[in-house]
Each structure stands twice: as C-alpha cells, then as structure tokens.
C-alpha cells in the first residue's frame, strides 16, 4: 500500500502536474512527471470513465498502486501521475507490472 504522505489528493497538485509536467507514454498509461524540491516522492492515479464502470477502475488504480509501492524507495524529488488508456482493461497484472516498470526506466525516474 502506498503511504499517504507519497499520495497526490488535492486537485491544485494534480492541475499544477498536467500542466508544467513532462510526458512519458506508452501503449496503455501515460506517465506525467514533474521535479519536486521534496525528498518524499508525491504519485498520483488517474483512471477516466471511458475505462469502465467503477468496480474496473478501481480494480486498476488498486494494481496501479501496489506495483508502484513496491518501487517507492527508489523514487526521490519527483511527482507522478499514472494516467491509464483503454486498453489498460485487458492487461493482466505482471503485463503491467512490465509496462510500469519500462516507463519508469523510460522516464529516467529509476535505474534498471
């Protein structure tokens, strides 16, 4: 599970990040980041109605969420939003977990 001091809740941050923040894609997510003056890295997931009904969306901010808890530790002095694609629905869990793992190492935001 992920902290609450690495979540993004306020809608000002989640603005302030789509706004300035640079972008990483890939088939099924979109990685936004931004650089922060904080130790303590802020990751924030956003999943739109087009996905599906809520049981779905949940079901892969909550995949989303433990994937990146794992990787946490390694993060620092940056700010992340997940943005899941359609085609995220018909991914299982460690094709993923891949794809999380390629942006991140794409992003520069980890070491392989």
Known sequence: MLKKENRL?????????????SKVYSK????????????????????????GKAVVRNKIKRQLRNIVS???????????????LPGIVDLDFKTLKKEVYSLLIKGKIINE
């Open 70 to 84: 794992e990787v946490v530790k390694n993060i620092k002095f940056v700010n992340l939003i997940f943005v899941a």
């Open 9 to 21: 809740k306020k809608r000002k941050e989640f603005k302030y990040i789509y706004k300035k923040g």
């Open 28 to 51: 099924n997510i979109t990685l936004i980041k931004i650089d922060s003056k904080f130790a303590q890295p802020k990751i924030g997931f956003s999943v739109s109605n087009k996905i």
